[in-house]
């Protein structure tokens, strides 16, 4: 199987384009690798600045960075840490210049993943490509069983915790909103209890699925925070916006016979908090806060919590207008 067939194989099973960020500062190595490249059917961004590696990589999303190593070692090393601490899972592959006096395990400490020898054949370059992109089909492969949930076919927790500090990294550094939502099943207990438990997870797959088809693929991501509990981060989405995907929501649900199983549904929009995880934290918790308060009303509404409501003038909506709306 060679590299065209690997892309392909990626393409059908995990529905993912390849795309590679090429970083050369030497036009001519660049134009040559980069016709090898697309022959192989990558998505392909090149760059001669090493200053717009992390831009590149936060504005887009890529599974593979190829640099070469020509400035000073310390500033390449750096790019690599910073790549890895925020997008752990890119494969990093650097070219080396055989005849610089350089200590290769700091690259693989720093976080690469491959590492050639310049000057090298293209049979060579094309054959440590053709691993790494086997070695990211199956790690892909084993991942996608690990952060899935097996009931209901969305992501998990653990894809969830990891995902949203991707997200909100990437919403505080180019400024711009991500909403979450803290969705829980009311009356589900009496549900599951008096119709039994092959009923009750009919119930949570079908939420997965009105959920799934009320948000934008691929761009949205739904999880199961655990038992009757969804979560949905919408990123480039502020919480007026989201209200439009509630709205969805609550029109699909009415329609299903799932009564007297209604949904609640706590929104907030990201604040920069100083930090990182300060600001998800926060996030979870004003959301997690606001579900409640929708739980405490009649079904199938929402709140949106107070903190998302200061940051904009015109409040909108008052808490649970738009469900009411929508039931009406």
Known sequence: MGLKEWIEKIREDLGEEIKILFYEPDPFIAELLEEVLQDSGVNLKVTQSLKTILP??????????????????????SVIEKVKEFK????????????????????????ADEVIFKPFSLGEFRARLWRLLKEY????????????????????RR???????????RALRQKFPLTLFMIDLDKFKWYNDHLGHKAGDKVLIVVGDVICHSTRLKVDKVCRYGGDEFVVILPYTDWKQSLKVIERIF?????????????????????????????????????????YKAKKREGNTFVVDEETLKLSSNAGPPEGVLSFQVLQ
């Open 159 to 169: 894809y969830f915790e990891i995902t949203i500090r991707e997200e909100a990294y």
């Open 137 to 156: 089909y199956l790690t892909k492969k084993i991942e996608k069983t690990i952060v899935e949930d097996a009931l209901t076919g969305v992501y998990n």
């Open 251 to 291: 029109k699909k649900w009415r329609r299903l016979p799932f009564e007297p199983v209604t949904l609640s549904i706590g929104v907030a929009e990201l604040i920069d908090r100083g930090s990182l995880e300060a600001s998800v934290s926060d996030l979870i918790n004003r959301a997690d806060s606001a579900m």
């Open 56 to 77: 590149h990589l936060t504005e887009n999303t890529f599974q593979i960075l190829i640099m070469a190593i020509e400035a000073g070692i310390e500033e390449e090393l």
């Open 88 to 111: 752990k899972d890119l494969l990093v592959y650097a070219m080396v210049d055989y005849h610089k006096n350089l200590d290769i395990s700091s690259l693989f400490m720093a976080g």
